[in-house]
């Protein structure tokens, strides 16, 4: 081999670019195929929020947690879980530091874009069913259409009962979809801007086409489904004002690729996290800080309501922590360090134009640190300071966690936010950190077993 010029030590010692992982640490992808196993097994299981939080429960129950209960005093090693009205969840394993000297939070999200059914969805037009539907989140909304979908959700009957629902899924099932244009006829369709290729009203759900045997009866197609849900589980119209009913992509968790190096599925956007958040809680034994691990809802519409982080649930959960220790709240939080644990947009060769590759996360080279999120000039951002990115890192390298930075898109052509400004306002040092994705935000998004694999251990690290 040629002796190195002084130009290439240099530009050796003084240079910096994020390594493939395939390429670096090949034999890594065994360990990462293996882990991702339990993954997919937690996409299928959670296609809603509440479904993450009852999936999520067991995992924690099996691993030994128990309910948090402000009364008791718990030691290092300790592990408790809260769940905050069956829709977010936080869960802690007690540290072997005071609880003044600072918490490892770390905030995932689990609703993902999806089609809500409005509050009086059903109806009949031309001897056809129909759900009528509301978009929740971020969604290209031609994604949806002519796709098989399942209906997952909870039904409070007048007698108090509460009806979980979920069609769909099994193969025995019957699904749903929404309907569209065939070329032939689609002309003036196709002059539409892309955006509005299915307008939002639209987006109604063919549930049925069989009419109930009575020719007495008005819209009788509307009757027999209805008959047939009463029948399954005993609901009638009026229940569906007392209903959240979620219409999602039909699909199982798949391997994508001739190396099944990837995986693709519904959901991911921000499931990955939560479910690499969630394992490497589980795994912490005796942690250096006690932690706060939260998988929380209403994210993807600004983390409003009182399940989401713009809420004080965590907030006071914190402060019942800081009491039970007999400690300051404000001290806690303010010696804190925390993870907001969100996707970002991996670079996608087919669409170049909207990203900075310098400033890009890449699949398979690790997990991605977002400094800051927002739109235009930084708006609704965190922006993690210099100090808290060093952290960081350090904590990563110092457990050969595979990292590399990336924004959401170049400058002024998008942006998007996370929970990390929430965490921020409690003055809690805090940055974005999670998993490249292709396609994200549509029914099927993909993500790099690696870059799950590597993410799973900078939350183990951060944890340690």
């Known amino acids: 081999m040629a002796k190195k010029t002084k130009g290439q030590e240099l530009q050796e010692q003084l240079t910096w670019a994020f390594p493939h992982i395939g390429k670096d640490k090949p034999e890594q992808a065994e360990k990462a195929f293996k882990y991702c196993e339990g993954y997919k097994e937690f996409l299928d299981a959670g296609k809603t929020e509440r479904e993450c939080v009852k999936e999520a429960v067991k995992m924690l129950k099996k691993a030994g947690y128990k309910p948090f209960d ?26 072997k530091k005071p609880l003044d000297q600072g918490l490892r939070i770390n905030g995932a999200h689990i609703d993902s874009p999806r089609l809500d059914l409005k509050p009086n969805p059903l109806y009949e037009k031309e001897d056809i069913a129909f759900f009528k539907t509301h978009y929740y989140g971020g969604i ?47 002309a003036r369709q196709n002059e539409r801007p892309l955006k509005d290729g299915l307008k939002g009203e639209e987006l109604n759900i063919v549930v049925g086409s069989l009419p109930f045997q009575d020719e007495e ?23 569906f004002f007392r209903a959240e009913i979620e219409m999602v992509p039909a699909v199982k968790a798949r391997d994508v690729g001739f190396d099944t190096s990837m995986i693709g599925a519904y959901g991911q956007d921000d499931r990955v996290c939560a479910y690499t958040a969630l394992t ?151 940055v974005g950190l999670g998993v490249p994705i292709l396609s994200m935000h549509s029914p099927f998004e993909l993500a790099s077993k690696l870059d799950v694999y590597h993410t799973y251990k900078a939350f183990k690290a951060f944890y340690k």
């Not at 031609?142 to 629902?165: F, R, S």
């Not at 699904?175 to 006829?185: A, G, I």
């Not at 914190?318 to 010696?335: F, Y």
């Open 217 to 239: 009866v008005k819209e009788p197609v509307k009757l027999m489904a209805l008959s047939l849900l009463n029948e399954k589980y005993g609901i009638t119209e009026k229940d």
């Open 70 to 95: 402000s009364g008791e005093s718990y030691e290092p090693g300790d592990k408790v879980y809260y769940v905050n009205r069956g829709k977010s969840l936080i869960a802690t394993t007690f540290g």
């Open 280 to 430: 490497a809680e589980i795994d912490a034994k005796k942690p250096a800080h006690t932690t706060v691990t939260i998988l929380a809802d209403k994210e993807e519409i600004g983390s409003t309501g009182n399940t989401g982080l713009n809420s004080d649930f965590v907030l006071h959960y914190i402060e019942d922590l800081a009491e039970q220790a007999g400690v300051s709240p404000r001290e806690v939080l303010r010696k804190s360090l925390c993870l907001s644990s969100d996707v970002n947009a991996a670079f996608d060769p087919n669409f170049p134009d909207v990203y900075e590759g310098r400033n890009t996360s890449y699949i398979n080279k690790g997990c991605v640190l977002t400094k800051y999120t927002g739109a235009r000039g930084k708006s609704g951002s965190n922006d993690a300071s210099a100090e808290t990115m060093a952290k960081v890192i350090a904590i990563m390298e110092e457990e050969g966690v595979y990292w590399q930075a990336g924004e959401l898109g170049a400058v002024d052509v998008g942006g998007g936010g996370t929970i990390a400004q929430f965490v921020a306002h409690m003055d809690v040092d805090t």
């Open 140 to 186: 290209r909304k031609y994604q949806w259409g002519t796709i098989p979908l399942a209906m997952h959700g909870v039904v409070v009957k007048k007698n108090g009962e509460t009806v979980e629902v979920s069609i769909g899924e099994d193969e025995k099932e019957p699904v749903f979809c929404v309907t569209d244009l065939l070329p032939h006829l689609a």
